[in-house]
C-alpha cells in the first residue's frame, strides 16, 4: 500500500502564498506522474497542475505564471507553491501519483489519492 499524505493549507488572503506538500510513504519502487487535482464547494475535482519524473510540468490556464510544481524524488515529496491566491483558487487540493510498486514479486502501476488540505482564500 501507499499513502499520499498532503500538508501546508492553510487560510491566506488574496494575493499573498502557499506552499502544499505531499509526501508519500510505503510500498515505493518509484514514483511517475504526480498531480495535483482541486475541488471548490460544489464543483467538480480539477486538475491544476502535473509533473513527470524528470520534472516536465503542465499547468491549468487559471492558473499559469501563479503557480509552481516541482519535486524532490530522494524524499518522495511533490510542492505546489501558488502565490497572487485568488479567492477563487478557495479549494480543497488533492495529490495524486501513479506509482511503481512490487506486488507478488511483480513490479506494477498503481494510481493512488491524498486526503486533501483545504485552501481558503478571503477577499
Known amino acids: 500500500q501507499v499513502q499520499l499524505v498532503e500538508s501546508g493549507g492553510g487560510l491566506v488572503q488574496a494575493g499573498g502564498s502557499l506552499r502544499v506538500s505531499c509526501v508519500a510513504s510505503?510500498?515505493?519502487?518509484?514514483?511517475?506522474?504526480v498531480a495535483w487535482y482541486r475541488q471548490p464547494p460544489g464543483e467538480q475535482r480539477e486538475l491544476v497542475a502535473s509533473i513527470t519524473p524528470s520534472s516536465i510540468t503542465t499547468y491549468a490556464d487559471s492558473v499559469k505564471g501563479r503557480f509552481t510544481i516541482s519535486r524532490d524524488n530522494a524524499k518522495n515529496t511533490v510542492y505546489l507553491q501558488m502565490n497572487s491566491l485568488k479567492p477563487e483558487d478557495t479549494a480543497v487540493y488533492y495529490c495524486?501519483?501513479?506509482?511503481?510498486?512490487?506486488?507478488?514479486?511483480?513490479?506494477?502501476?498503481?494510481?493512488?489519492w491524498g486526503q486533501g488540505t483545504q485552501v481558503t482564500v478571503s477577499s
Open positions: 510505503g510500498n515505493i519502487v518509484s514514483i511517475n506522474i
Open positions: 495524486n501519483a501513479d506509482v511503481w510498486q512490487v506486488v507478488s514479486g511483480r513490479q506494477r502501476l498503481s494510481n493512488y
